[in-house]
């Protein structure tokens, strides 16, 4: 199998597992079966175009070709576009962490009900899904989800969620209003910004 196809079938099988899709799922919504999902998803079959497409279209994903030239400009407006429920950031080092942490925040939910706490840990984690951390943010966070795994089921887990999502709230609250050194995208889909 070549590297390219290898980075797409790898980022399709992580958008399907961050999204709680299984194989099995997968394989209903896209009419192939899911011993060939497993083969293609494992490395040892090469997929034909059209299962591939299938499989992807089944994740409600679109493949495109985009001149090459104007590949900066379309993922800057992808994302400047995206939102919590998207996957585009599946390649990030820590997407899997975060995807984890919050199924984990959902299972809490259900088990233990609602909290004002586990809300605020649920809506950081999905902004931190989608932003680059820096090495020390991430070593926090990293922390702070370990913490949360480890003493889910304690006695005393309320006074340890909401520190852990003050912890959170601070991480996001460094980032969101952190300046930026990135330029701006030279596209944008918003029609009033002045600045373009």
């Known amino acids: 199998m070549s590297y390219q196809s ?3 079938i790898a980022q399709t099988r992580e958008i399907r597992e961050a999204s709680g899709v299984s194989q099995r799922a997968l394989s209903e919504r896209a009419g192939l079966t899911q011993s060939h999902i497993s083969q293609i998803e494992s490395g040892k079959m090469e997929p034909g175009l059209s299962s591939f497409i299938d499989m ?14 104007l590949v900066p400009a379309v993922l800057g407006l992808v994302k400047a576009q995206a939102t919590p429920d998207m996957h585009i950031h599946a390649s990030q ?23 004002a706490d586990l809300d605020r840990i649920e809506d950081t984690l999905r902004f931190l899904r989608r932003v ?3 090495d020390q943010e991430t070593q926090l966070v990293r922390e702070l989800i370990a913490r949360l795994e480890r003493d ?6 309320a006074p340890i969620v909401r520190d852990i999502a003050q912890n ?4 996001r609250n460094s980032i969101a209003h ?13 029609d009033g910004d002045g600045d373009a």
């Open 132 to 134: 680059t951390l820096g």
């Open 178 to 190: 952190r300046v930026s050194t990135e330029p701006k995208p030279a596209y944008s889909l918003d």
């Open 56 to 69: 992807t279209r089944a994740l409600d994903l679109e493949l495109i070709l985009v001149p090459k030239k």
């Open 93 to 115: 080092p820590n997407y899997k962490r975060f995807a984890r942490a919050e199924r984990l925040v959902k299972k809490m939910k259900q088990l233990y009900g609602s909290s």
């Open 6 to 8: 290898e980075s797409l």
């Open 152 to 157: 889910q089921a304690s006695d005393q887990a």
């Open 168 to 171: 959170l709230q601070r991480v």
